[in-house]
């Protein structure tokens, strides 16, 4: 799935908690699959994921503002960064200048990006503390993540997803992209579209 609407298209079905990020052209988010233990030590070391506790494949899945998947990653093994797939994935071809993308913490993707696009991640906390301006930026950007989470949430309701044994482990990428295509099908996660969209 690597048919990305353009900003101008996203526009036409922008919800309103989308009015402050109206470049937006993508929210972006790594979700895992747990795979059982590979018999090899060293594919062993490659697949189990320290942040899950678990032998994993990851996933780097893009959604429209209107929480549509639009881009959906070839499977990594569970120990790759999400930098380290964002940079091997190919998705930042799709980006043009103006382009915005929003991410969570783990994304520090600001230098790899193309020229003039841009990336919207929440604040780290500065002394334990955010200020007020970040708190609210923090609010703003959770308002709109939450889309890809619940994109991630609907893709896990497959069972076919929730454990890949050993003989569906080289068909698993066609598995995960036939999901995504299924989500994509399924009643819209969002169904108001904000008024008034002058460009």
């Not at 989308?18 to 018999?39: G, L």
């Not at 959604?63 to 569970?78: F, H």
Request: aromatic residues 6%; charged residues 25%.
């Amino acid at each position: 799935m690597t048919t990305v609407p353009s900003r101008e298209k996203n526009l036409t079905s922008l919800p309103s908690s989308f009015q402050m990020y109206r470049n937006c052209r993508m929210i972006i988010d790594c979700t895992d699959v747990e795979i059982a233990t590979p018999s090899s030590m060293d594919l062993q070391k490659h697949t189990y994921s320290k942040y899950r506790g678990m032998h994993s494949f990851k996933i780097l899945l893009g959604v429209a503002p209107n929480a549509v998947i639009t881009y959906c990653s070839k499977l990594y093994p569970g120990s790759v960064s999400d930098k380290a797939i964002v940079t091997k994935s190919g998705i930042l071809e799709v980006f043009r200048s103006g382009d915005l993308i929003l991410a969570d913490k783990g994304f520090l993707i600001r230098d790899i990006v193309p020229e003039g696009v841009s990336v919207n991640i929440p604040p780290f906390l500065n002394h334990g503390r955010l200020t007020k301006s970040e708190v609210k930026l923090t609010k703003d950007i959770a308002r709109t993540r939450i889309h890809v989470e619940r994109a991630n949430a609907r893709l896990k309701e497959f069972k076919i997803l929730r454990f890949i044994p050993h003989t569906l482990r080289s068909n698993a990428d066609i598995v995960v992209q036939l999901c995504c295509a299924l989500v994509n099908l399924q009643n819209p996660l969002i169904k108001e579209v904000a008024v008034n969209l002058d460009n």
